[in-house]
């Protein structure tokens, strides 16, 4: 290729997705609609600020890097290797951890690699059950973990709903498992960490403490933390976390001496291959968010309007899992209402209130149908709502699942949650242009 033909190739990169591919980003649309349109209450969800969302989506995906930094398989890696560091670092100072490994592309890889550092195929885990709110990567029969190790399964107790931790003791001095999982998808109370610490250690055992759902909590100070305990801390990012669709992994200084190298070679090249440069930059754009005061703001509101929603909801009649909630999210038992949580949710979607059907403790239905709904108030907080919106949102909730709704009930639903998504339009100025040049726009110029 002449230099002249290089300078006009170019041209083509300066295009856009719309002129592109206008199905795929006429569907981006359609989603970014939706987005602002439904109230979201589905307890892993987020919106990310723009400032991560630009970083996710930066010419960083361009880069192929392996390894880690002054460590890599490839060159040109000098800007990677600042990029990893300072992330890496921000997550140590942010979470009070002596190594941490940012490379893992989602939460249930970062689990996958430890079960790689500590474990071997038929190695016993003692892991929260699926049905009573742990995760499919803590080693439901079906997932990778199920086929590969000897998993067990401990449950909340019948009548708190709550873990009973001296049960979990004595199932654990049954089974002897290699490692502990603490941690869960749908558990609305705090996890005291250093009591699990105390059972492994009573067992033999290593404690993985996976705190996906709670890492933005305990970022803020609001929920303990267990990197003083556990031997590995596992988190997604995109949840209370508000950053990239990634994973993390932390070490406290109790394990990092023995286990650093170890969990570095388990990620790569154990369990994955090349990094995920753009997912790096955005996790640490989403660690320097985390940092700031407002952050904590955020969280703190994020839980008032939790305990809100809770209290109103039962205040209704409502019976939620538990008794109420200490985090950002509550499970509502239907059986009671006549409805199941398919139904429910298929209901609320009607209306553009987005939920998950879920699983309850000792739940009679099948995991298609399930009795119950999870709720969270991450996504809606970030939005701004707050208290007022949470008692709009407990009413609708309640006149959508307590009686078969008429067509006027519907409609009026409908547009009280059209008042509300336009009384906290945040997401625009979130994703939309604001008459300045954003990042993205200045490097396909760059490129063309
Ligand atoms: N772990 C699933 C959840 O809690 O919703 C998805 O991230």
Redesign the pocket.
Known sequence: MTISQEKRQPKNYGLGLESIDPEVFAIIERENQRQKDNIEL????NFISRAVLEATGSILTNKVAEGYPGRRYFSGCENIDELENLAINRAKELFGAAHANLEPYT??QANHAVYLTVLKPGDRILGMDLGHGG??SHGAKFTMTGKHYDCHFYQVDADTECLDYDQILAQAKEIRPKLIIAGA??YPRIIDFSRFREIADEVGAYLLADI??ISGLVAAGLHPSPVPYAHFVTT?T??TLRGPRSGMILLGEHSAPEFARKIDSAVFPGVQGAVHVHAIAAKAVMLKEAMSPSFVTYQRQTLKNSRILATDLMERGFRLVSGGTDNHLMLIDLSEKGITGKEAEDRLARVRITV?KNMLPYDSQKPTICSGI?LGTSATTTRGFGSEEMYCIAELIDQMLSSEPTAKTIAKVQDEVSRLCHLHPRIDSIYEQDGRKSALESQYQLQS
Do not use: E, P
């Not at 589905?42 to 969800?45: C, E, G, Q």
């Open positions: 589905i307890a892993s969800a939460g249930s995760h499919l998808s749908a996906a759902h997604s995109q949840k998950n999870r």
